[in-house]
């Protein structure tokens, strides 16, 4: 298991180190003083949601406590922390920049926080690599609903890519809406030589892989039900475009690992990667993801070579990438 050190897809909001969260809230007045860690933990552990789109709204908790600078810089620092803890030695952990500005932050500021605590973890975590992607947000039926705040998300992307910010990402609520009208925005990335990764095929129909792959995304994350249809789960296959699978995260609380698609995927020829999306919701980490795959009966090689995927699908320069699969015998 020792190649199970690399993380392509993890939310910053679903990941947060929760002893931290809570005393953030308390220090921000975000909860009331009398509230107990067992309560918070309780609060953000809540799963009776009626839809998915509600539950989506638990996202408003770990974001309630990332408005300050100071505290966007500290959320990345102590996440990075534990995933040095875990040996992990490369890791692009994304945020969405518009969901940060309660404070009056602009999304550049937002960006610039956060890598801020990269650079922080960077010196005290040498052996880790934390590298930053920005999520544009798909908020309803309607792209245009905050066409003006992801137009924002892009321009402040092109103003902060560099070592540390290295792409751009559309999640949120997939199910809804016309998908592909969010293709403007990524060929202005295109434009600004912006990599991207696009969560498709997730909660949203599995013909959303499809849309992701006409606007050119250089990785998709999840494409689950792209399974759906022999022809979508074999355009997956045949575009050799990596997927950021994320287990757990998708099998929630019923944990029923064996009926999950990753399976079928990996045997059509899927360029599968393993990820834990929401370390903190999902209650998972890549570890755990890759112990659960063996669970299975997935091969050791197969388990490496999803590893060895996300290297090569990395956002980080080529040096980077060398010297990662060095240090993993890959
Ligand atoms: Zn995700």
């Keep these: 298991m020792n190649w199970a050190k690399v993380e392509l897809h993890l939310h910053l909001d679903g990941s947060l180190n929760l002893p931290w969260a809570y005393q953030t809230a308390l220090k921000r007045g975000v909860i009331d003083s009398s509230m107990s860690f067992a309560e918070y933990y309780t609060l ?6 009626p839809t ?9 908790f770990p974001c309630a406590v990332m408005q300050e600078k100071e505290d966007l810089s500290d959320s990345i ?12 030695v490369y890791a692009e952990i994304r945020f969405a920049p518009q969901q940060h500005q309660l404070a009056g932050l602009s999304q ?6 956060v890598v801020d605590g990269i650079v922080r973890a960077e010196q005290d975590f040498p052996d880790l690599t934390v590298r930053l992607i920005n999520c544009l947000m798909h908020k309803g039926s309607d792209a245009s609903f905050n066409m003006k705040e992801n137009l924002e998300t892009v321009e402040a992307t092109r103003e902060t890519l560099g070592k540390y910010v290295v792409a751009l990402d559309l999640a949120g609520y997939e199910n809804t809406g ?9 060929e202005k990335a295109r434009e600004y030589g912006i990599p991207y990764t696009i969560h498709a095929g997730e909660m949203g129909d599995g013909s959303h892989v499809l849309d992701a792959l006409k606007m050119k995304a250089y990785r998709i994350g999840h494409g689950i039900n792209c399974v759906d249809r022999p022809e979508w789960v074999k355009a997956m296959a045949d575009s050799q475009i990596p997927m950021e699978v994320c287990v757990s995260s998708n099998v929630g609380d019923l944990r029923h690992y064996a009926a999950h698609p990753v399976r079928k995927m990996l045997e059509a020829g899927c360029k599968v990667t393993l990820n834990s ?7 998972t980490n890549i570890v755990n993801e890759h112990l659960q795959m063996k669970s299975l009966g997935i091969s050791d090689d197969i388990l490496k070579q999803c590893t060895k995927n996300a290297v090569e699908a990395a956002f980080c320069d080529e040096a980077t990438k060398k010297g990662i699969l060095k240090r993993l015998g890959l």
């Design 178 to 186: 016309e998908f592909i009208k969010y293709a403007p925005l990524f």
């Design 77 to 88: 620092y102590y996440l990075a922390e534990h995933l040095n803890e875990l040996g992990l």
């Design 108 to 113: 550049k500021e937002a960006i610039l926080a």
């Design 44 to 49: 953000m552990y809540k799963n009776d949601y």
């Design 52 to 60: 998915r789109e509600e539950r989506m709204k638990k996202f408003e």
């Design 277 to 283: 999306d929401n370390m903190m919701f999902s209650r």
